[in-house]
């Protein structure tokens, strides 16, 4: 498999992760909201709603809070973003515990970003620019690179100052 799929594997688990999380989290919440709708006995004291709805928010916070990271380096991982690696191994520190999705998620990310692997989709040695990215002078700059016709002791071509 190349590692282009692998980072699109691993953005896609941490994804995972945090919908799982979030998923058992709202089954939680709607389990125990059936106790808001119970009538009390004679003689029992009344349901206490504003404690048991208190308890709800602050698990529920929590357990945005502790998989927020995995969202986030599931997002940065699928861009590619400069940051990603050290957002993959928070989300795979934070997510280590969530059996099974955030553990295998933990796995996968630390084998492709501990290894050397990652380095062929973030390094930018291996970046190659598409026709159009580059202003005119630096395209052709890359092309007689490329080419083998420019020597390595050329300067970069820079863009005239306009200030």
């Known amino acids: 498999m190349e590692n282009e799929q692998h980072n699109k594997y691993i953005g896609y688990i941490f994804i995972a992760n945090f919908l799982v999380q979030m998923f058992f989290s709202l089954l939680m919440v709607l389990f125990f909201s059936m106790f808001f709708f119970v009538e009390p006995g004679p003689g029992q004291p009344p349901f ?11 698990v529920f916070a929590s357990q945005l809070i502790f998989n927020l990271p995995s969202l986030i380096a599931g997002w940065a991982v699928l861009k590619k973003k400069p940051w990603a690696r050290v957002a993959a191994f928070v989300g795979a520190a934070m997510s280590a515990m969530n059996v099974p999705v955030g553990t295998a998620a933990c796995v996968y ?41 420019g020597s390595e002791s050329e300067p970069i071509p820079r863009q005239s100052d306009w200030r």
Request: glycine fraction near 8%; charge should be negative.
């Open 109 to 149: 990310a630390l084998w492709f970003f501990a290894g050397e692997e990652w380095k062929q989709v973030y390094e930018p040695d291996n970046y190659r620019p598409r026709v159009g990215e580059l202003p005119p002078d630096m395209q052709r700059y890359w092309q007689q690179n490329e080419s083998g016709s």
């Open 48 to 58: 206490p709603a504003g404690f048991f709805f208190l308890m709800f928010t602050v």
